[in-house]
């Protein structure tokens, strides 16, 4: 801790983005923060950095199958300082198979830790390719391949192989962009991981213990660019508390509504840095921002405009207890991921809105949280509902513009 301070203070001006590949066995996450989690945290909230560390890797037999043997119990948990909230933690895939492989390409990796973190925070955030194994715990061409400390390729497998790799997907993400901001790369990164991955959660609800938000995109132009077919709108904004943010007649797009009722694919990705205190045990995160998507029309009976949130978490809850929210609904979490595919159509009503809140937990005074929230909406007809949604946002009077990258500088020139 004393020798990552005094680096953060010679480097953390000029060097944003760290890579942590460390991982305490003794220290299996089921409960409280670790201490050294915190400081993470810390760490990232006083030095303005974005650390990634890996979700750790489970060294003793037997290790985990896919799916996952039902004695695993805590064994294959996350070990600190894997559970920092503010740090990116990257687990594990399988890149290559074989007959006698534990596991197929694209399945968890056999040593990869699973979450949820504290408070059901979902670590790991994203996987990447880290390895696989024969049954007899041999490699045998199933690794991934990398340099030794004389330049020789060697193979090798483990999450600390999964981790650069996203490191490095985010930092292409932060380099492309004019303006620098690590909350954004952070949610860019997670939201491609999010729709790269759509079909993990509709299989199995638990597998976004082992998969985080899944892997994002290799290419770095197909997390930053749309294509006609869909569209993506970024906001960044803060919200108050004791009030909300509403953004009423959002311009659903025309080709996705027939006969009175909308279709489409609808993704959503929510990232902000909580307040965060270690005096509060597993209520470690101290705010909480809700978005909501969807249809309102307003009932003359009552007066008021009826609201329907349309597109739900990827854990979703029957129950109104905090418990079940918490554990199931993403509360209290910093990432919150929504997804829905409508096949069947809903009704349009008076038009969509977009709805967001905060809340602290009691006793807190904030006076506002910044967040960044990602909105995709694809046509899986393929029209060009991107033109549909911008000029309908620019005929509503929202100013809008496309993200600045470099990539945009160099085509102008």
């Known amino acids: 801790m004393e020798i990552m301070e005094e680096v953060m203070k010679k480097y953390s001006s000029k060097v944003k983005i760290w890579n942590l590949s460390l991982g305490i066995e003794s220290k299996i996450c089921t409960g409280s923060m670790s201490d050294l989690g915190v400081f993470l945290d810390y760490i990232q909230d006083t030095y303005q950095v974005q650390i990634f560390v890996s979700s750790g890797n489970l060294n003793s037999i037997p290790l985990r199958e896919w799916p996952a043997q039902s004695d695993m119990g805590e064994r294959d948990r996350i070990i600190s300082p894997a559970d920092s ?3 990116i933690t990257v687990g594990s895939l399988a890149l290559y198979d074989a007959e006698n492989s534990i596991v197929k390409a694209n399945e968890p990796s056999p040593f990869s830790r699973r979450g949820p973190g504290a408070n059901y925070i ?4 994203v996987v990447d390719y880290g390895g696989n194994l024969t049954k007899d715990f041999c490699i045998d061409g199933l690794g991934i391949k990398g340099l030794d400390t004389k330049g ?4 090798g497998n483990g999450t600390s192989y999964s981790n650069p790799r996203v490191v490095q997907k ?3 993400v932060y380099d492309e962009m004019v303006e620098k901001n690590l909350l954004l790369a952070k949610a860019m990164i997670i939201h491609s991981a999010r729709m790269q991955s759509r079909e993990l959660l509709e299989q199995n609800q638990d597998n976004i213990k082992y998969y985080g938000f899944g892997m994002p995109a290799v290419n770095v132009q197909d997390i930053l660019q749309c294509s006609e077919d869909d569209v993506t709108l970024v906001f960044r904004q803060k919200v108050p508390q004791g009030s909300h943010l509403e953004m009423f007649n959002f311009p659903y797009p025309n080709s996705l509504i027939r006969n009175g009722k909308c279709y489409g694919e609808i993704g959503m990705t929510l990232a902000y840095n909580p307040i965060l205190d270690d005096r509060y045990g597993r209520e470690y995160c101290r705010t909480n921002i809700d978005v909501s998507f969807g249809t309102y029309k307003y009932n003359p009976d009552s007066g008021k405009t009826d609201f329907s949130g349309e597109v739900p978490l990827e854990c979703s809850w029957d129950e109104k207890f905090e418990k079940a929210r918490v554990e199931n609904g993403f509360k209290w979490s910093p990432i919150k991921s929504y997804y829905r595919k409508i096949s069947r159509g809903i009704q349009l ?12 937990r009691n006793g807190l005074n904030v006076l506002a949280q910044e967040f960044v929230l990602i909105l ?3 046509d899986p007809a393929g029209h060009d509902i991107y033109s549909e949604v911008i000029n309908g946002l620019r005929a509503r009077g929202y100013a809008t513009s496309n993200l600045e990258t470099r990539q945009q500088i160099r085509q102008r020139q």
């Open 85 to 87: 909230v503010r740090a």
């Open 170 to 172: 985010f930092a292409s």
């Open 349 to 360: 009503g008076d038009g969509w809105k977009i709805r967001i809140d905060m809340n602290p």
């Open 122 to 125: 979902v670590k790991p955030d």
């Open 152 to 155: 020789n390729v060697i193979e």
């Open 376 to 378: 995709t909406i694809k």
